[in-house]
């Protein structure tokens, strides 16, 4: 397996841990993903070049961009759908996963739902949330399952008509996928079974006109800006481009089976410097404490001496 974060651009009013950040995954079996999870399961090591698979991968900001309503995708319910159903009154969230991924995937939509749980409109009232699989072995059980899955999660299993979970063929997909600017690329299995893909992560904002206005980079989502995202949308109108930072968090290397972890041990040493600060910071106020305290108690003593003398 092999996996790099990639940090795109901060949009206003984000969360600053969950800014723009833009995730390369290699997706791999759940069995491998528990290494990845855990960091007893990793070795540092020095960052290397980036591999020629990713120079497929990434999200091109197709902002203003009309989205092909006329392309026909299979519904959680076995129905052929044509996109431009779900446009028309309301902006929508879209987002392109496949629903086999064993982390990324699922980590954007878990962001997405528990940033949709703190934004007042109602999915099905006010929006449309339209997730996509990338995969065309995927099929309609499997969406089926998703829905009800991220449908639980969020809470309100009123809002069902607002969640819809599409699978469709290989054409159409690539049609969608160009028109957003998702750039992915498949890649082999270990396993020979598994279909993989590297891929970015984000969701896209769409205005009832079925163009994009806005795209969120990452797998954490501010509601806030989603709120604005989608009251802008719905009146069709356009947001602005994100700049790109690039950075990578990990990295796996197939000689020694093992994976280089570079941001999060940043973070670690990070935390550590904070506490250091922190220690410091209460070392010094309760020196300063305790000299008030001494130097009050022995001019309470001195003035004792005094009455008593």
């Known amino acids: 397996m092999q996996c790099r974060e990639t940090i795109r651009g901060i949009w206003p009013g984000a969360a600053i841990a969950a800014a723009g950040v833009l995730l390369v995954c290699f997706a791999a079996p759940p069995s491998l ?5 855990s960091y007893g399961d990793k ?4 960052a290397n070049t980036e591999p020629s698979v990713l120079n497929g991968v990434g999200i091109d900001q197709h902002l ?14 076995g129905h052929q759908v044509p996109l431009g159903a779900y446009f028309g009154r ?4 879209l987002a392109l996963v496949y629903y086999q991924c064993p982390m990324l995937c699922s980590e954007e939509l878990d962001g997405l739902t528990s940033a949709l749980e703190m934004v007042r ?4 009232k006010d929006f449309n949330i339209i997730v996509v699989s990338i995969d065309p072995t995927e099929g309609t059980a499997l969406a089926a399952a998703r829905k009800q899955t991220y449908l639980k999660r969020y809470g309100r299993p009123e809002t069902a008509n607002g969640w819809h979970f599409l699978t469709g063929t290989q054409a159409n997909i690539d049609a969608l996928t160009r028109a957003v600017g998702f750039r992915y690329v498949k890649i082999p299995a270990p396993d020979g079974k598994l279909t993989q893909f590297a891929h970015a992560s984000s969701i896209q904002i769409v205005t009832p006109e079925g163009k994009l206005a806005q795209y969120y980079m990452g797998v954490e989502y501010s509601p806030k800006d989603l709120l604005l995202g989608l009251d802008e949308a719905s009146s069709n109108r356009i947001g602005s ?3 790109n930072i690039l950075t990578y968090c990990y990295h796996y290397d197939p000689k020694t089976n093992t ?15 904070t506490m250091l600060i922190l220690g410091g910071f209460m070392t010094v106020m309760f020196r300063r404490d305790y000299l008030q305290e001494h130097a009050a108690g022995a001019e309470n003593r001195r003035d004792r001496e005094k009455v008593n003398g």
């Open 121 to 124: 409109f109602v999915p099905g």
């Open 33 to 37: 993903c528990a290494q990845v999870s």
């Open 241 to 243: 481009p994100v700049d």
């Open 64 to 77: 203003n961009t009309q989205l092909p309503l006329n392309l026909v995708f299979t519904d959680d319910s």
């Open 259 to 273: 994976h280089s972890l570079i941001v999060a041990r940043v973070v670690q040493l990070g935390g550590l410097f």
């Open 43 to 46: 070795s540092e090591g020095p």
């Open 90 to 93: 309301k902006p929508a969230i």
